[in-house]
Structure formats: structure tokens, C-alpha cells
């Protein structure tokens, strides 16, 4: 298995409250993700990195931020969470370049329920 | 429109039956596909890459048809332990940016 820690692995936390959940990987792999992951909407992207400090939006990236400020960490914060922000978030790795795409593996995932 | 699509299913079949997903893309540009398989209450895993040429893993056939962008996977023999659901992953014009399908579930019966 790919090294993909997340942490914490369950979370609940009331709704106004910054939250920040950290992806750690030991493959040196180029490019890391945040997904979210709800009933009836599969796996939608909310922010992904291609390397240190480089960052991008991804489809449902209102309400939160992301850094890298190493290789091996990608960080997740939802300033000030909301109800509609409840859901598991997986951080995914791969070692793809600018050109060319390889497989993700994911972590074990986060269940976070804002209250 | 959604990037991908897939029928949710439940797919029930008994065990030791073929059975096939299909999944649609809108993207023609996209250049990579794959099918994951995920468990209840964790984390997707890579089940095959699909190829142009389409590919084979034991069990498991995947097939792309890039005129009516669609890709398959057909699963023979059926194990009550290929009970998942089965998520269709496709690149967009960004090599490294993906989407998901919302998946399809088997329910392998004895």
C-alpha cells in the first residue's frame, strides 16, 4: 500500500470553527488532492497540488484553502466550517507529471461532522 | 452535464455470474482512464488502468471505445468478495486532474 496517512481520521466540530486536516505521504509523489465525498455525488475535487507552493482549484473548492509547503504534507482548511461542509475527505497521491497522468492512491479518509 | 457517468445501480447478480459497467465521459481530449473499487467506509483502490487497447487482469476485463466515449469493465466468474462499488475515473484536459463517476455497486449473492 501507498504511504497516505490523514489525520485526524474522525473529526466533529460546530459549525464557525476553523478545521485543518493534513494529508502526509512517504512516496515523494508530485502531485496530492483533497477530495470530498458525499452520498449520490461520488468523489468531487476540491483542491489539488502538482508541487511545493503550487496549488489550483479544483470543482468545489468555496469555503476552503490549501498548502504545501513540503513535499510530503497537503494541508486542508475549512476557515470557518459549515453543516453543508460534514462529509469524508480523502487526500489522494500520484507520481504524474505535467504531461503525463498516472494512477491515484488514496488515504484512509476523514469523516468530519460540523454541528 | 457530469464529467462521467455511471449507472448506480445495485447490481445483484449470484455468484459465479458475468457481469458488465459501463461508463460515459464527455471529455473527448481525456487520455487516461481507470476503474477503482471501493469498500464500504473506505478508501477507493485502484482496481486497472484501461488501455486503448483494452486489458485484462484475471477476472477482470476493462475495454475503452474512444468514438462513443465510453469505457467498461466486465467482471467474470463473480466472488461474493468483488461486492464493492465500482468507480469510473477519467482524466480531464489537465493530465493530473480527474473525475470520478458516482460509482456503481455489486452485490454478489451466494
Known amino acids: 500500500d501507498a504511504g497516505i496517512t490523514q489525520s485526524p481520521r474522525h473529526k466533529v466540530t460546530e459549525t464557525g470553527t476553523p478545521v485543518t486536516l493534513r494529508c502526509h505521504q512517504t512516496?515523494?509523489?508530485?502531485?496530492m488532492y483533497w477530495y470530498r465525498q458525499d452520498p449520490g455525488h461520488g468523489l468531487r475535487l476540491i483542491h489539488y497540488?502538482?508541487?511545493?507552493?503550487?496549488?489550483d482549484k479544483g470543482e468545489v473548492s468555496d469555503g476552503y484553502s490549501v498548502s504545501r509547503s513540503k513535499t510530503e504534507d497537503f494541508l486542508l482548511t475549512l476557515e470557518s466550517a459549515t453543516s453543508s461542509q460534514t462529509s469524508v475527505y480523502f487526500c489522494a497521491i500520484s507520481e504524474g507529471t505535467f504531461r503525463v497522468s498516472y494512477e491515484q492512491y488514496f488515504g484512509p479518509g476523514t469523516r468530519l461532522t460540523v454541528t | 452535464r457530469k464529467e462521467v457517468e455511471q449507472d448506480p445501480g445495485p447490481f445483484n447478480v449470484p455468484e459465479g455470474a458475468t457481469v458488465a459497467f459501463n461508463c460515459t465521459y464527455s471529455n473527448s481530449a481525456s487520455q487516461s482512464f481507470f476503474w477503482y473499487r471501493q469498500d464500504c467506509r473506505k478508501e477507493p483502490k485502484l482496481l486497472m488502468s484501461?488501455?486503448?487497447s483494452g486489458n485484462e487482469d484475471g477476472r477482470f476485463t476493462a475495454q475503452l471505445n474512444r468514438a462513443s466515449q465510453y469505457i467498461s469493465l466486465l467482471i467474470r466468474d463473480s466472488k461474493l468478495s468483488d461486492s464493492a462499488t465500482y468507480l469510473c475515473?477519467?482524466?480531464?484536459?489537465?493530465?493530473?486532474?480527474?473525475?470520478f463517476g458516482s460509482g456503481t455497486k455489486l452485490n454478489v449473492k451466494p
Open positions: 497540488s502538482y508541487g511545493v507552493k503550487d496549488t
Open positions: 512516496e515523494n509523489h508530485r502531485y
Open positions: 475515473v477519467v482524466n480531464s484536459n489537465n493530465f493530473n486532474k480527474f473525475y
Open positions: 484501461v488501455y486503448s
